[in-house]
């Protein structure tokens, strides 16, 4: 692939993601966030009988919280989102299990909000070597205490001139496939042009190496929205070099809770 055609196809995704922003799923339809405890039940439904009372919902749902995953009306499941007319409940476990509520008619979703990257540069798709070095650990997150990861390895990369290690982790959540990869990182841009608590990029195997391409980094959706729990990036992945690359903070022009 040309790096005309690679510019292309970042671009693409860029213009996908602007259109779903403004979606009945994306975070910005988000109207509230509530904890199912495990082993504890939750009924959404459209009158006074429900633990939660939803004007305009087409029926009731009951979800319970599972070690491993949530019962909806009494039925196995792993995490998902659950349409019922104008909501949909977005169920993350997370080892904190909650239902995000999102609401096809949140105002929110008109919101002047401009999602915001920095321009492609095919040089910051960058291969490397996966040094393993399992261990398990802990993330901080936004939202709950610290979360369950296995430090996966180590790749070195060279930005800039400037070679950096950076952890590989995986969450270990009911929901995560195993092969999932993320790199959590803080770099010289956060907190200014790039968002507060940090970005997340997904590391890709390609052969015997991977592929961390920081032209998809991405910021949490708590950017956005004050409903998700996101996880907080490791000491050791807070980088003194700037990565202009990927997603920046987002501009909102708006009174209301973003986050």
């Given at each position: 692939?040309?790096?005309?055609?690679?510019?292309?196809?970042?671009?693409?995704?860029?213009?996908?993601?602007?259109?779903w922003l403004r979606g009945?799923?994306?975070?910005?339809?988000?109207?509230?966030?509530?904890?199912?405890?495990?082993?504890?039940?939750?009924?959404?439904?459209?009158?006074?009988?429900?633990?939660?009372?939803?004007v305009g919902i087409d029926?009731?749902?009951?979800?319970?919280?599972?070690?491993?995953?949530?019962?909806?009306?009494?039925?196995?499941?792993?995490?998902?989102?659950?349409?019922?007319?104008?909501?949909?409940?977005?169920?993350?476990?997370?080892?904190?299990?909650?239902?995000?509520?999102?609401?096809?008619?949140?105002?929110?979703?008109?919101?002047?909000?401009?999602?915001?990257?920095?321009?492609?540069?095919?040089?910051?798709?960058?291969?490397?070597?996966?040094?393993?070095?399992?261990?398990?650990?802990?993330?901080?997150?936004?939202?709950?205490?610290?979360?369950?990861?296995?430090?996966?390895?180590?790749?070195?990369?060279?930005?800039?001139?400037?070679?950096?290690?950076?952890?590989?982790?995986?969450?270990?959540?009911?929901?995560?496939?195993?092969?999932?990869?993320?790199?959590?990182?803080?770099?010289?841009?956060?907190?200014?042009?790039?968002?507060?608590?940090g970005r997340y990029v997904?590391?890709?195997?390609?052969?015997?190496?991977?592929?961390?391409?920081?032209?998809?980094?991405?910021?949490?959706?708590?950017?956005?929205?004050?409903?998700?729990?996101?996880?907080?990036?490791?000491?050791?992945?807070?980088?003194?070099?700037?990565?202009?690359?990927?997603?920046?903070?987002?501009?909102?022009?708006?009174?209301?809770?973003?986050?």
């Amino acid at each position: 692939m040309t790096d005309e055609d690679y510019v292309r196809r970042i671009e693409a995704q860029r213009d996908q993601e602007r259109a779903w922003l403004r979606g009945p799923d994306s975070v910005l339809a988000a109207v509230a966030r509530h904890e199912i405890p495990v082993g504890t039940t939750v009924r959404f439904g459209p009158d006074d009988r429900a633990d939660v009372p939803l004007v305009g919902i087409d029926r009731a749902v009951v979800v319970m919280a599972t070690s491993d995953g949530f019962e909806i009306d009494g039925q196995p499941s792993g995490p998902r989102t659950v349409e019922a007319g104008r909501y949909r409940l977005r169920l993350s476990h997370q080892n904190y299990p909650a239902a995000v509520v999102l609401d096809a008619e949140s105002p929110r979703r008109h919101d002047a909000v401009e999602v915001r990257w920095y321009p492609v540069d095919p040089r910051l798709r960058l291969r490397a070597r996966l040094e393993p070095d399992r261990a398990r650990r802990t993330l901080g997150s936004t939202s709950s205490g610290d979360r369950s990861a296995e430090r996966v390895g180590w790749v070195r990369l060279d930005i800039a001139a400037v070679e950096v290690r950076l952890s590989v982790a995986r969450l270990l959540e009911p929901g995560v496939p195993e092969e999932h990869m993320e790199i959590y990182f803080r770099d010289r841009t956060t907190g200014g042009d790039s968002y507060v608590v940090g970005r997340y990029v997904a590391v890709e195997r390609e052969a015997e190496d991977v592929v961390v391409d920081f032209n998809l980094a991405y910021n949490p959706a708590c950017a956005l929205s004050p409903y998700y729990n996101c996880p907080i990036p490791p000491a050791e992945n807070h980088l003194t070099v700037p990565i202009r690359a990927g997603e920046m903070t987002p501009l909102v022009r708006s009174d209301r809770p973003h986050g």
